[in-house]
């Protein structure tokens, strides 16, 4: 089962639903960690459990949202309430509280994914303004069984190798 995760697309229409479009056939659900800039009832966030960053200024998005998919509990916040620019401390906490096996978020625009305790933590970078390196990214999560596949992509599609990681849950 895949899962579609993005986060910081700061306004962006045309990549945000051609994203939608190329993955649409091949995920269970989409994620966007916040900072999408568009209305809640916006075509292009249709379909996206979505959350509310710092740069969206529309009440209708929650803060957070704790979700069982693909057989796993997840955590979704854009960040910024955590302090995930310094720390992945607050987040883990927060995590640990609902109960979350993985946590997405976003807010500091770099793409990464590691393993704290027994939670995966996941900031699919931004499609708009990446940090600490030049691709645009998104990812696509692949859960088999017990194990699980970050894969990282550009705006184009093309895989991005050196972020992608798989780790096992015992």
Do not use: W
Not at 31 to 36: A, N, P, Q, R, V
């Amino acid at each position: 089962m895949k899962v579609l995760i993005m986060s910081d697309s700061h306004g962006l229409t045309d990549e945000v639903s051609r994203i939608k479009v190329r993955h649409r056939n091949e995920v269970a659900g989409m994620i966007h960690c916040g900072d999408s800039e568009l209305s809640y009832g916006s075509l292009e966030m249709s379909g996206f459990l979505a959350v509310r960053g710092n740069c969206d200024f529309e009440g209708n998005y929650p803060e957070h949202i704790s979700q069982d998919l693909a057989g796993f509990r997840f955590f979704i916040t854009h960040g910024h309430l955590y302090n995930v620019k310094m720390t992945l401390m607050n987040l883990s906490y927060k995590a640990q509280e609902e109960n979350a096996q993985i946590a997405c978020f976003g807010h500091s625009h770099i793409a990464g994914s590691e393993m704290i305790g027994d939670t995966i933590f996941i900031n699919p970078g931004s499609i708009r303004l990446p940090k600490q390196g030049p691709e645009k990214t998104y990812v696509i999560l692949e859960v088999n069984s017990n194990e699980i596949k970050v894969n990282y992509y550009d705006t184009e599609g093309n895989s991005v190798d050196v972020l992608s990681k798989k780790y096992i849950f015992d």
